[in-house]
């Protein structure tokens, strides 16, 4: 497989990623990070290493709109909840010091 094609594919895949976890609002990023050790937050963080890496400008605010598909801070006064006692003990077990 040639390089362009590869990325077009990786491209693709990121895409229908970003599109799934739009669809599944319900799941918090709590327990994606308690589940697989990454969250939305994680991508956008991401994509803007990404961007800066190849000195394309790209803000964190940005790069967490291009995940989340709006604003943060409207993703988060929609969707996030106030996390459980359980989803708070899972995390600190899972990924002390984060």
């Not at 319900?26 to 697989?36: E, K, R, S």
Request: charged share 30%; glycine share 4%; with cysteine.
């Amino acid at each position: 497989m040639d390089s362009t094609t590869r990325t077009e594919l990786e491209a693709a895949a990121f895409r229908r990623l970003l599109e799934h976890l739009r669809s599944r609002s319900d799941v918090q990023n709590i327990d994606l990070m308690n589940l697989a050790g990454f969250c939305r937050n994680c991508l956008s963080n991401w994509l803007k290493d990404a961007a800066d890496a190849k000195g394309t400008p790209m803000t964190k605010d940005e790069s967490r709109e291009a995940v989340y598909g709006m604003p943060y801070e409207e993703w988060k006064a929609k969707y996030q909840r106030e996390a459980t006692p359980a989803q708070l003990e899972a995390m600190k077990k899972s990924h002390p010091g984060h």
